[in-house]
């Protein structure tokens, strides 16, 4: 089974911290949703006949997509590919679009579960990653999206935010959970350059994060989440069993997907490209009948530091028999790791501990093969 994600590059406004690739004017909206249409159509035999197991839409803000430039893009991936019956069709959104006329057109839809931006329960916190919604705006919408039948969906939550505290991070913890949201996504603040905040901590204006903090605000979401009985399935992701994200999980379980639009990623387990992370140059490339994408052949090495990095930030963990001619170092590295407590052993799986959590990129780096 495969899947596909579309990057829909336009927002209403930048946030502080995001880095991704986007525009905050939609001037070329309609234009670019032609040329996603195209790049569907000039890559429908990349996938070998495997049928769609997920479909994502991401960004960017893919809810500033109207009914009809949707429904575009559904009917150009129906006509090339064949879709699951059950494919779980993801479309990010940001509280403030879901109006009720817009619920009501993606209930109308191939969509059948939502990412929602939320960011935080607090008004204070949204101003200051200059969020375009408010608090209310997000109570209101997790209503409204059941109001519409959607039964799957997940929010996204950033912790270890300045200005802010322990108190307010528990009362966003204990928002989600008395809204019994299905699936919610936990991310630490990072400084990225070329953003907002990446400016103002090079200028002194803010700090970096300090790791004593967001550390407490870790652990607190785990402990919350588990004692609500969330299962803690990806180092950043809590799910009401049954109710994990297929498409994320199959990024780390390296199954095959083809990335759409500008700056989209490509996997075929052998090889991986890049789209170019700029509008114009994109719709150019695709209107010249180019793919405009860059190619890197994924060696052996590479391929067991991916398996790696991944699968140990997941609760599959790694499996030393999917390790192939790497077990032997597997085994031996994965040794300092267990007597420091950051790694458990299960038989032939290696999972990273609750300690080893705080190290999971620190952890996978010992694992690698240079």
Not at 242 to 268: C, L, M
Not at 272 to 277: E, F, G, K, L, T
Request: net charge negative; aromatic share 10%; charged share 20%.
């Amino acid at each position: 089974m495969s899947g596909i994600y579309i990057h829909i590059p336009f927002c209403k406004q930048a946030c502080h911290y995001c880095n991704f690739h986007f525009s905050t004017s939609t001037k070329y909206m309609d234009e670019m949703v032609g040329a996603i249409c195209l790049e569907i159509s000039m890559r429908r035999n990349e996938l070998d006949g495997q049928k769609l197991e997920t479909i994502y839409f991401g960004g960017g803000t893919p809810s500033l997509l109207s009914a009809q430039a949707l429904n575009q893009i559904f009917e150009i991936i129906y006509k090339h590919f064949s879709v699951m019956d059950d494919a779980e069709i993801t479309l990010e959104a940001n509280p403030d679009d879901l109006s009720v006329e817009t619920l009501s057109h993606l209930s109308d839809s191939a969509v059948n579960r939502l990412s929602i931006g939320v960011q935080s329960f607090h008004d204070s916190e949204l101003v200051w990653m200059n969020r375009a919604h408010s608090a209310i705006e997000s109570m209101r919408c997790m209503e409204e999206v059941r109001n519409f039948g959607f039964q799957n969906f997940s929010i996204d939550l950033i912790y270890g935010l300045p200005h802010s505290s322990h108190e307010l991070w528990a009362r966003n913890l204990e928002i989600a959970i008395d809204l019994n949201v299905p699936h919610v996504s936990m991310y630490a603040l990072t400084v990225e350059p070329n953003t907002a905040l990446g400016k103002w901590v090079e200028k002194g204006k803010e700090e970096e994060p300090n790791d004593g903090y967001v550390s407490t605000q870790f652990n607190m979401g785990i402990s919350a989440m588990e004692e609500a009985k969330y299962h803690h399935y990806e180092i950043s992701n809590y799910a009401i069993p049954g109710k994990e994200a297929i498409h994320n999980s199959n990024y780390w379980r390296s199954r095959h997907y083809i990335g759409i639009g500008p700056s989209a990623h490509s996997f075929t387990g052998k090889q991986r490209s890049m789209n170019v992370a700029h509008n114009v140059k994109y719709m150019n490339s695709i209107l010249e009948g180019k793919l405009p994408s860059e190619k890197e052949q994924i060696d052996d090495v590479t391929r067991y530091n991916e398996y790696v990095m991944t699968r140990l930030r997941t609760t599959w963990g790694i499996n030393t028999d999917e390790l192939d001619q790497y077990k032997d170092h597997f085994k031996k590295e994965v040794e300092q790791l267990i007597k420091r407590g950051w790694v458990s052993q299960d038989g032939k799986i290696y999972r990273l501990t609750q300690a080893g959590k705080h190290f999971a990129d620190a952890a996978a780096a010992e694992l690698f093969l240079v």
